[in-house]
């Protein structure tokens, strides 16, 4: 049986050292694939496969069209691990544990983080197979005091108060843009504001009505915890949501959202999507 350190800190050290014992690769861009997007990882060049049951400490994904590993390897020339699958708060992990790997991560030398996420589409203009470049979130679930921050800070990760006004890392949005540009990508990105809700029910019509009142552009149930602590941690952080639904907002509306369709989406647009995002890893500058 596994020692499992009481301290988070040490938790994630001991994960960190495990990993790094057990891959030649020593990560400096961390990429999370979001439902049905984990194509992105099989593109990793010397690839090492490790599941997600045997990293200690670790969660397992129970989500159908997430794999449930981590994949080590290089894209376009640069060290990379890949979360095939990620945590979600309705798996019933604690939000402290679906946010672990992003520590874990720092503490192995990430400094650049990439999420993909499939998201419903609040705006109007938005269209299904859409990609939103986030430019900002609203954390409903912190309004009611839920963060992944909750609990004595560490300030091993980062600061008690951190900044997230900056959340989303301007210099790589502008560079989504100019490669999306250069792909003829263009007439399918989009640039708004990610909303995350608990699940794992989809909306009501009531609710997306108000969200998008709130400002919201599309709705999700991720990304948003592991951009709170990767920031906390000093990471920049970089993600986009592929639009896979629409929110419905009309009560004469017969669509209903479903995990199928959601999934469907991502085989439509994976192969544009994960061009995008390899294209801007290999223009990435690292320190
Ligand atoms: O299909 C459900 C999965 O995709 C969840 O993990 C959500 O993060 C995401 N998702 C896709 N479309 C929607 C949507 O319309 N609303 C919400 N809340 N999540 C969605």
């Known amino acids: 049986k596994r020692n499992v350190p009481h301290d988070i800190h040490d938790q994630c050290q001991a994960t960190a050292d495990w990993l790094l014992s057990n891959t030649q690769v020593q990560p400096t861009v961390g990429i999370v694939c979001g439902s049905g997007l984990g194509g992105l990882a099989e593109m990793l060049k010397d690839r090492q496969v490790i599941k997600y049951s045997d990293i200690p400490n670790f969660p397992q994904s129970t989500v159908h069209g997430h794999a449930g590993q981590l994949v080590f390897g290089t894209l376009k020339g640069k060290p990379c691990v890949c979360m095939q699958g990620r945590f979600h708060l309705y798996e019933g992990y604690s939000i402290q544990k679906i946010t672990l790997p992003m520590r874990v991560f720092k503490l192995m030398g990430v400094e650049t983080m990439i999420m993909t996420n499939a998201a419903g589409g609040l705006n109007q203009d938005y ?41 989303y890392d301007r210099e790589l949005r502008q560079l989504a843009h100019d490669v999306a540009a250069e792909l003829s990508y263009s007439d399918f990105l989009q640039e708004g504001v990610y909303c995350v809700l608990g699940g794992p029910s989809f909306e009501t019509i009531a609710e997306c009505r108000l969200l998008h009142k709130l400002g ?64 801007m890893v290999a223009r990435l500058e690292l320190n």
């Open 216 to 279: 919201a552009d599309a709705v999700g149930m991720s990304t948003v915890h592991e951009v709170i602590v990767a920031r906390h941690a000093g990471m920049r952080c970089f993600a986009l949501s592929l639009i896979t639904n629409r929110a419905v907002m009309d009560y004469d509306s017969q669509e209903k959202a479903n995990h199928e369709e959601v999934l469907e989406a991502g085989r439509q647009r994976a192969e544009q999507l994960e061009k995008l995002v390899s294209t």
């Open 127 to 167: 269209k299904v197979g859409d990609v939103m470049i986030i430019k900002d979130h609203i954390n409903m679930p912190g309004f009611a005091g839920v963060s992944p921050l909750t609990g004595p800070n560490d300030d091993r990760f980062g600061v008690r108060f951190p900044c997230m006004s900056d959340a």
